[in-house]
């Protein structure tokens, strides 16, 4: 997968999460918000051995939250191909709002409502390095949810992740830039 048709399923899938969102505007108890991120970070390496998770985090803008500092963990689930694989979140990846609310989400968790594994596809970058490529739906995991979110009842966004070059198989911190966007609901007050 390119760049380019990374991005070309990125548009296919908000256009899919639009339309739900179109049918939960007509939820009566529940309050549904559109929802975009942005943002950069840093994980500690790119991660090559399933199973093993990755620190990493982020900081950014994002709808309902402002500024925003986030952290969570990585992981891959199993290889697809040479250069692709399907990858989940490790640990919660929690976003923390400037005040201390936080808005915690799985991601690539088809046990906490997404339709499949985050998918990661390496293209080669030239001088012996390597873009990694990540689109993964992200949804709300509710339990963790405080302050302004403890409302939250469900959601899902998708995001899409492109690192710097790098080494392959190298354990240096890696920097990466995302966006994403979709929707949340919260219960109505």
Request: with cysteine; aromatic share 14%; net charge negative.
């Amino acid at each position: 997968m390119t760049r380019a048709s990374g991005l070309g399923r990125f548009k296919l899938v908000l256009a899919t999460l639009a339309a739900a969102l179109i049918v939960s505007c007509n939820t009566a108890d529940a309050q549904v918000k559109p929802f975009k991120v942005t943002g950069a970070g840093i994980v500690d390496y790119v991660p090559l051995t399933p199973g093993v998770p990755v620190y990493h985090f982020a900081i950014g803008e994002a709808t309902e939250l402002g500024k925003y500092f986030g952290e969570g963990q990585v992981q891959l689930e199993f290889f697809t191909g040479p250069t692709t694989a399907a990858f989940s979140s490790a640990s919660p990846f929690v976003f923390a709002a400037a005040n201390g609310d936080k808005l915690a989400f799985t991601y690539g968790d088809t046990d906490n409502g997404a339709q499949q594994p985050g998918q990661v596809e390496l293209t080669y970058a030239g001088d012996g390095k390597f873009v990694a490529t990540w689109l993964a739906e992200f949804n709300p995991l509710i339990a963790e949810c405080t302050g302004r979110f403890s409302s939250v009842i469900g959601g899902s966004f998708m995001m899409l992740a492109v690192t710097e070059p790098f080494e392959l198989g190298a354990t240096d911190p890696v920097y990466y830039e995302w966006q994403g966007e979709g929707w949340i609901e919260f219960k109505k007050k």
